[in-house]
């Protein structure tokens, strides 16, 4: 059995956002998406940009393409991540799954180097592959968090570990740009060394976090099938926690809104505002900005849900996102960016911190912790499918982003009115029933 509230195995565990951040900084947010754009438009005879590619013969906007690989890397998740997660449960091996992705999502960094808009169906594959990863591993990670702390610390254990997120994705991409700006090292560079980073932090974390928590004993044989009970075991046991069906009816709509913002909002910005000559270096201020504010934000929020509770904390940060995502439609200067920018960190800090420490509250007392994040992961991932597809839809459609980004204001809205029907932040009596 593991030791709960163990200083040296939180921090172990919080590590694990210091290494695998620096993958949604620097791949899904800023160097990549910019590399991308760039790679991917071409400057015709007339001064025009020629924004089209060409993709298994069908044309696409470079950005809806990029939208749509997205959303299939968090269809393959939601499809992969039940079923893994009903195994690791079974076998007790969810450190054994969480290397498997964190290796597999560093890979695909990795690759991004020999990224080529000649070969854009294979460069797609190393976009998709670190995705995968990625948010693959973070079914397994999470899951490790109602082990380490008891449920009273899940709000400050959480927001640790984005925090260290934050910061240290913060840290490696200041570095990354100074050695692209002073053309010490051509962009591209960056990509490896982002796989380097998130796969070498994260043995700070394999080597203190144990495996096995529970001490299982699986019969190798009937791995698989086991691995289908532990899942159907789980979702009979959530047909009684009605708080918890409660909470996932919400995450589900607003978790589309939030992430579809954090995987597009640097193309948003690129497209949708006039950054004059400084134009990436501006979005990067932007991006760093959110950054270091975000951390303000998680530990904030940790502190204000100690006061009121998690879900009126939640309600307050998803008004302050429907604001966001109007103001969004209007802006068009680096300044009013920038300020859009910072209450972006703060909800966006918040929000994700206390949206994970809500979830782990309400679950039961259970053996089966991965099993139960695989459906928060699914949640979470499939809201992330509708949003980035209807983010590509309504741009392909209309050819501006403004109205992409006025439609995520319905997603937020919605799962306001859906958390209200959330009763309590405690999770309900605990299950009778053993495995």
Known sequence: MIKRNDPTTVR????????????????????????????????????????????????????????????LSFLIVSFLSPILSGIADYSGRKKSFLKIF??????????????????????????????????GSLVFYNAFLPEIAEPQLH????????AYGYLGSALLLIALLILIQTETMPAHFAFPLVA??????????????????????????HMFAKGFQELRNVWNDLS????????????????????????????????????GDGGDAGLIVSILIIQFVAILGAYLFAQMSKRVGNIKVLAAALVIWVGVCFSAYFISTP????????????????????????YSKLIPETLDHASYFSFYDVVEKLGIVIGTLLFGLIEGVTSSMRNSALALLVFFLVGLILLLFVKKDERIAPLSRTR
């Open 12 to 71: 172990a565990w919080a590590f694990y956002d210091w290494a695998n951040s620096v993958y949604p900084l620097v791949i899904t947010t800023s160097i990549f998406p910019i590399f991308y754009e760039a790679k991917t438009s071409s400057v015709l005879d007339d001064g025009s940009v020629m924004e089209k590619v060409r993709f298994f013969g069908l044309d696409f906007i470079n950005t809806e393409l990029y939208s749509y690989v997205l959303s």
């Open 196 to 221: 380097i980073w998130w796969a070498g932090f994260a043995q700070v974390t394999y080597h203190y976090l144990p495996d096995n928590v529970y001490d299982r004993k699986p019969v190798q044989r």
């Open 335 to 358: 300044a009013q960016f920038y300020i859009l920018a910072a209450v972006v960190g703060l909800v966006m800090g918040g929000i994700q911190a206390l949206s994970r420490s809500t």
């Open 155 to 162: 709000d400050r254990v959480s927001a640790q570990g984005f």
């Open 102 to 135: 964190c290796y597999l999502g560093a890979s695909g960094c990795a690759l991004l180097f020999f990224f080529d808009p000649a070969y854009l169906e294979l460069s797609m594959v190393f976009v998709l592959m670190a995705s995968v990863g990625f948010w």
């Open 240 to 275: 009684t926690q009605f708080n918890l069906k409660a909470f996932l009816r919400s995450f589900f709509v607003y978790s589309m809104g939030v992430q579809t913002v954090m995987l597009m909002a640097v193309l948003f910005a690129k497209k949708e505002v006039d950054w």
